[in-house]
């Protein structure tokens, strides 16, 4: 199906087929995990469409080596497609029962190259222990922003690619990517 919606990435379409969407959604919505729509996940938050998830996988142009930095963990389903196509994800959730969730699933999944941290991304990923992570080559934000924020902006690598929804969480959205 996503094939035919425009989604020509191999890399992407192999890792949507080989990560189980119904896993990161509560037992009561499984039997939804592959209808092409959003559904909820606590905390007043969604798991995105597949589409969404691999068209923003697809935007990113994400080459082996690289490096991602993903704003909006959920329970965990992009950051595992990216975690195929990518050497390294570092993830950002801000609703701790969500982050929980999200390294269960990864550590179940025998996913070795997420790291998670819980607060909030729109600060970009803090030098921990004195260890900077940034600059990052790719960033994929998925809470809309009214502008790309810049703390994430210092954080791209020159070169690098930013994903985000832009405009007002309540009203018309458009998703823009920044090189």
Not at 72 to 94: D, H, M, N, P, W
Not at 103 to 113: Q, V
Not at 114 to 122: A, H
Request: hydrophobic residues 40%.
């Amino acid at each position: 199906l996503l094939h035919t919606e425009g989604i020509k990435n191999t890399q992407v379409l192999a890792a949507i087929a080989n990560i189980p969407r119904e896993f990161f959604l509560p037992d009561a919505l499984r039997h939804k995990a592959y209808q092409n729509t959003a559904l909820p996940i606590g905390q007043g938050q969604t798991i995105s469409q597949p589409y969404t998830v691999a068209f923003q996988s697809q935007l990113l142009e994400i080459k082996p080596g690289d490096k991602v930095l993903e704003i909006g963990t959920g329970t965990g389903y992009q950051a595992c497609v990216l975690s195929k196509i990518c050497r390294r994800v570092y993830t950002i959730e801000r609703h701790k029962p969500l982050h929980e969730i999200a390294e269960k699933n990864f550590k179940e999944l025998g996913l070795r190259n997420i790291t998670t941290l819980c607060g909030d991304g729109m600060k970009g990923w803090p030098k921990i222990h004195g260890i900077e992570q940034a600059p990052f080559d790719r960033i994929l934000v998925t809470a809309a922003a009214e502008d790309p924020p810049g703390p994430l902006l210092a954080q791209l690598k020159v070169g690098g690619v930013m994903v985000l929804p832009v405009g007002q969480s309540d009203a018309v959205q458009s998703l823009i990517r920044v090189t």
